[in-house]
Every structure is written in structure tokens, then in C-alpha cells.
């Protein structure tokens, strides 16, 4: 079993849903949790970041926490074509080397 | 600052061949990643590097792999010999720090291909 899951997608979805995208992990020690959003032959760049549990927002975008359930989730509301990208979760314990999910592939479509 | 570098962006090599990939990280990060993506994989950590030492390389896949770090400024990462299941991207990124929620920046990859 993987650290870290992630369902690969694709997910298609309209332009102006909530987009909603997952990870679940199997490593208590986790502490930090991030999101990172990667277009199309292009490398991965932060998008969130959260310590510990809890929700945290940043514009149309939400990353949520729940340490209990070790799973964490990223909402995307109002999604526009933009946001067509891979969400790559990724996580640690504190300092050490991030894990990251495979990728969940989003297309926002007109 | 330009961003993390790496060259070649593409690569097309036959089953065999020594591969060389470079980096250069961001100015002033004491932190450079290796990382291979594939469809099937995802992400995974190769190596890391803390003012250029080598620090965890459990990730290597064999001894066919390798990687330098000569100086604060370049790294490479060299595949000898290559097998067509290298094929992948290979990203280079780096950090000020590995405390937890330090932000890697990745460089814009290498594609690579062994046929």
C-alpha cells in the first residue's frame, strides 16, 4: 500500500462547478500538507499549504484537513478552463522529504 | 531569479547509452531534489541534496543511476547504462529548507526516451 493515495481522474467537469479532489495516507506522522498544481509539460508549482488540521482558503481555492480520517481534500469553487491541470498532493512529517500522490488530472470544459 | 534550470529539455537515446541530465537550482537554496514522473509511478523522490551532499538517495532504482552535485550552482544526474523503462520526465527542484511546508520549485523537466 502506498503512503499516499490519489485517484488518478481524469475529472471533467463544467466550467463554474466545485471541483473537489482527495488524497487519503496512512502515515500519522504527517504534519504538513500540500497542494501543488502542474499544467501540461510543465513541472509542479505550490498552490496550498496547510499545517496540521483544520481548512484554510485562499481565493476560489479551500484545502481542507481531517487528521482523524487521514484525509485531506482541496476545493476548487467557480472552476474556470484555467484550472485545467493535475493536482498533485504531497506531505510530511515535518523535516523530511515530501510524498507525493500520484495526481488526480482535472479539465474544465466551457 | 530565472528559476530552476535543467537541460536537456528533451532527450531521445537508444537502449544502451549514457544519459546525462542537468541542473541549476534557484540561487541561495541549500536544497536540490531529483524527482522521476511516470503515468504509472507518479512522483517519485530520486535523491536529495543539502549544500551539495548527498543525503538520502534510497530512492535511486540501481546502480545504473547516479548523481553529483560538484557545486552550490549545477547537478547532474546520469543513467549508465539506459533501458527502455527509464523512459520518463525527470524534474529537478529546489528549496531553502526541508522543514515541514518549505516550498520545492521544480524546474520544467526532462523528457526523456530510450528506445
Known amino acids: 500500500q502506498k503512503e499516499v493515495e490519489q485517484d488518478p481522474g481524469p475529472l471533467s467537469v463544467p466550467e463554474g462547478a466545485i471541483v473537489s479532489l482527495n488524497c487519503t495516507y496512512s502515515?500519522?506522522?504527517?504534519?504538513?500538507f500540500m497542494w501543488y498544481r502542474q499544467y501540461s509539460r510543465k513541472g509542479p508549482e505550490l498552490l496550498m499549504y496547510?499545517?496540521?488540521?483544520g481548512n484554510k482558503e485562499d481565493g476560489r481555492f479551500t484545502a481542507q484537513v481531517d487528521k482523524s480520517s487521514k484525509y485531506i481534500s482541496l476545493f476548487i469553487r467557480d472552476s474556470q478552463p484555467s484550472d485545467s491541470a493535475t493536482y498533485l498532493c504531497?506531505?510530511?512529517?515535518?523535516?523530511?522529504?515530501?510524498?507525493f500522490g500520484t495526481g488526480t488530472r482535472l479539465q474544465v470544459f466551457p | 531569479d530565472a528559476g530552476v534550470i535543467q537541460s536537456p529539455r528533451h532527450e531521445v537515446t537508444e537502449m544502451g547509452q549514457e544519459v546525462t541530465l542537468r541542473c541549476k537550482p534557484i540561487s541561495g537554496h541549500d536544497y536540490l531534489f531529483w524527482y522521476r514522473q511516470t503515468m504509472m509511478r507518479g512522483l517519485e523522490l530520486l535523491i536529495y541534496f543539502n549544500n551539495n551532499v548527498p543525503i538520502d538517495d534510497s530512492g535511486m532504482p540501481e546502480d545504473r543511476f547516479s548523481a553529483k552535485m560538484p557545486n552550490a550552482s549545477f547537478s547532474t544526474l546520469k543513467i549508465q547504462p539506459s533501458e527502455p523503462r527509464d523512459s520518463a520526465v525527470y524534474f529537478c527542484a529546489s528549496s531553502l529548507g526541508l522543514a515541514g511546508g518549505e516550498t520545492q520549485y521544480f524546474g520544467p523537466g526532462t523528457r526523456l526516451l530510450v528506445l
Open positions: 496547510t499545517y496540521s488540521s
Open positions: 502515515n500519522s506522522a504527517f504534519q504538513y
Open positions: 504531497a506531505m510530511s512529517p515535518n523535516t523530511d522529504k515530501l510524498i
